[in-house]
């Protein structure tokens, strides 16, 4: 059955550069840069990297971002606070933005 | 468990394995092992040196690891005679092979492994043993090991796989972690690990799954740091192994559908730099029956050295300096990304 997700594609990440070369060797030197060893730790990044995986729902990023943090020795634990990070976050945010409705509500209401 | 040995298993034959891993390396259509180390001018592949003597006393084991590439356990019985291991002192005392790697199975089952060892000491060689560290906690016969340890000098290498119980039970069996904690407490406690002892006790990491290992320097730290602060543990450096997809783990890789997409990483990651400096060009590998081998996963894949005398009683130095080194495609799991090698990653 034809999908529009094919598990295989992450593998073909770097062709993007087939289309438009100078902007994908840019993103691909930034990209890499920014997972390097820095303030934050490689292994932090990748947990971050995990949860916002998870935010943006993005099953290539949570295929490539599982593997990865298991690589750099994180536990299962780790890995699943961070997703409850994201999750939080992103509840928090739906949540917190009821103030506004809350506001609205009041402000036309008797 | 069993080992696939005493279950009958397809895959103890080394034939099975090595059919299994060409047939997989065909229908992928990926390059055979020989033509990325020609595409290189490493092929064939040559020795470098003759600094390790890696023996394997025998396949017999208190543990049954998941990932155990010598299919090792308690039901096996295969284990160096007395005899065997006088023709290995008598080649050692013939040569200057400066470190003798002694490992298993567990070593230390072998009723000549003290022995072994000192003979070993007395011919002046560096003495590695590599101890699963649960032997030392199995029976009480084995709890002075660490002061015999100590009394040789012996560099002591332990597998231990992840620094929680959870992860290390799953590969290595229930309890593991726990003995495996208190043996590294009866290590440090005659002064293995500790700093300025000269007692060096180094941790083997592998992963416990169908990944590869992550940046040894970053894992060490971590492991340095969790077992001092959880279990005031210290030990001196950390080894990141790669799974090698051999026997029980080419198993695990097979029946938990992950052999394909293994492999894949392994030749995705090859790395010209690792595959220079792969171990098997600075070591023979002796089995338990006295036959010669380029390193222990070639030991398990019953290839014997390229040379006309194949077991030590015939060990010729220089025939094994001109002998091409015999690989397959297992060899992808020592050449991928940092690469891999008993004492960690070699690029």
Redesign the interface.
């Known amino acids: 059955m034809e999908t529009y997700y094919d598990p295989a594609d992450l ?1 073909k990440f770097g062709q993007i550069s087939e289309f438009q070369k100078e902007l994908a060797d840019k993103f691909f030197s930034y990209y890499g840069a920014v997972f390097a060893e820095g303030a934050l ?3 932090e990044k990748s947990l971050i990297a995990l949860a916002v995986a998870h935010t943006v729902q993005c099953a290539y990023c949570i295929d490539a971002y599982t ?2 943090t ?4 994180c ?2 634990a780790e890995m699943m606070e961070a997703v409850h990070v994201a999750a939080a976050i992103r509840g928090g945010s739906t949540l917190v933005h009821s103030v506004q409705m809350m506001n609205k509500v009041k402000q036309v209401s008797m | 468990m069993k080992s696939l040995k005493a279950s009958g298993h397809q895959l103890s034959s080394a034939a099975a394995q090595i059919d299994l891993l060409e047939q997989q390396a065909a229908t992928q259509q990926r390059p055979p092992f020989r033509d990325q180390l020609q595409s290189i001018d490493l092929f064939p592949l040559r020795p470098t040196g003759l600094d390790v003597l890696q023996i394997n006393v025998g396949k017999m084991c208190n543990q049954v690891c998941k990932h155990c590439h010598v299919d090792a356990g308690p039901d096996r019985k295969e284990i160096m005679t007395r005899e065997t291991m006088q023709e290995c002192l008598n080649v050692l005392a013939q040569t200057s092979i400066p470190v003798v790697d002694l490992t298993g199975g567990a070593p230390e089952m072998n009723p000549n492994f003290r022995w072994f060892v000192e003979e070993i000491s007395k011919l002046g060689r560096h003495v590695i043993v590599r101890c699963n560290l649960t032997i030392i906690v199995a029976n009480p016969k084995y709890n002075d090991l660490p002061d015999f340890f100590r009394q040789h000098q012996v560099e002591v290498v332990s597998s231990l796989p ?1 620094y ?1 119980a ?2 290390t039970d799953r590969q290595r069996g229930q309890g593991v972690f726990q003995d495996s904690i208190k043996a590294l407490h009866m290590l440090n406690a005659v002064g293995y690990g500790q700093p300025d002892s000269g007692l060096i006790l180094n941790l083997v ?1 592998n ?1 416990a ?1 169908a ?5 040894q320097v ?2 060490e730290q ?1 492991f340095k740091r969790v077992l001092l602060s959880e279990f005031g543990i210290v030990f001196n450096s950390l080894f990141a192994i790669t799974n090698i997809p051999v026997s029980r783990y080419l198993d695990y890789l097979v029946a938990s559908g992950n052999h394909d997409s293994y492999m894949e990483k392994l030749v ?1 990651a090859f790395n010209p730099t690792a595959a220079a400096g792969v171990m098997c060009r600075n070591m023979i590998s002796v089995g338990w029956d006295g036959q010669l081998y380029d390193c222990d996963f070639n030991q398990m894949l019953d290839l014997t050295v390229r040379v006309p005398g194949r077991h030590i009683s015939e060990f010729d130095a220089d025939a094994l300096m001109q002998r091409t080194i015999i690989v397959n495609e297992h060899c992808y799991g020592c050449t991928a990304g940092a690469g891999s090698s008993c004492g960690g990653t070699t690029a």
Not at chain 2, 211 to 215: D, I, L, Q
Request: charged residues 30%; aromatic residues 10%; neutral net charge.
């Open positions: 593998k730790t490689a292994r593997n990865d298991l690589e750099k020795g536990t299962e | 992840f929680n959870d992860k990491y992963p799954g990944f590869m290992p992550g940046s970053s894992l971590q995705n």
